[in-house]
């Protein structure tokens, strides 16, 4: 199986990008500054570029067939940003053009859109007055997503933290419930992601992942 990950080089994405390659799956990661990524990178296709240049990436999915795309993309700063939304569009179209069957896994963030309302009164303050462009971003990139012919899977995780792989697995999946807990490990995330790549169950679907209580 062929996997693009598009942000490979962040914090979770080298942790999906790891946990895909023991898995089995062919890997190839697109970023813009390749000189990030660990090396020697064992096994990944590396494709240095601008997830935001609708070109370029309609160049990467038309050059190759991948069973799967992970948009893990993110902005460095509180400011507001158009990265997830840009890029969410551009992998979008050129999915929904050249391979309308691959399916589409987006980080999100709980907050986005209608889990609002799933969060605690502390969480919701929290992100409405310092995270409030954050969410706008990934609100706008989760429209796009649903929007869209394709087989997607929306991942809104709580509070990320860590950077190492756990082995614990120590996490739940909430639909429309209120969300138990603020946070969930990098690693965590990404063994969600990794073990569900293909799981027909999450197809279609905008779920948070966070910590068990």
Same mark, same amino acid.
Request: net charge positive.
């Given at each position: ?13 080298? %942790?999906?990008?790891? *946990? ?5 799956? &062919? ?10 990524l ?19 990436? &309609? ?27 840009? !890029? ?6 050129? %999915? ?5 069957? !691959?399916? *589409?896994w987006?980080?999100s ?9 799933? *969060? ?9 007055n310092? %995270?409030?462009?954050?969410?706008s971003? &990934?609100s706008?990139?989760?429209n796009i997503?649903?929007?869209?012919? %394709? ?8 509070? *990320? ?12 999946v909430v ?15 990404? &063994? ?9 169950e ?12």
């Open positions: 199986m062929e996997i693009l990950i598009i942000g490979a080089t962040g914090r979770t994405g080298r %942790l999906i990008m790891r *946990l895909a390659l023991e898995d089995g799956y &062919h890997v190839t990661a697109f970023v813009r500054s390749p000189e990030k660990n090396r020697p990178v064992t096994g990944v296709r590396i494709i240095q570029g601008d997830a935001e240049d609708a070109m370029q990436i &309609h160049n990467v999915i038309s050059q190759y067939k991948f069973d799967a795309v992970v948009i893990a993309v993110g902005a460095e700063t509180f400011k507001c940003s158009k990265v997830r939304t840009q !890029t969410t569009r551009n992998v979008v179209d050129a %999915l929904e053009n050249k391979s309308p069957s !691959t399916r *589409l987006v980080i963030s709980a907050g986005s859109n209608e889990s609002m309302e799933q *969060l605690g009164f502390f969480s919701r303050t929290f992100i409405k310092i %995270l409030k462009g954050h969410i971003d &990934h706008k990139q989760e997503t649903q929007n869209s012919i %394709l087989p997607y899977t929306i991942v809104r995780p709580t509070g *990320l933290r860590g950077i190492g792989v756990v082995a614990d697995h120590n996490y739940i639909t429309k419930e209120m969300i138990p807990t603020d946070s969930i490990k990098r690693g965590e995330l990404a &063994h969600f992601i990794v073990c569900n790549m293909f799981n027909e999450y197809v279609g679907k905008a779920v948070v992942v966070t910590s068990k209580p």
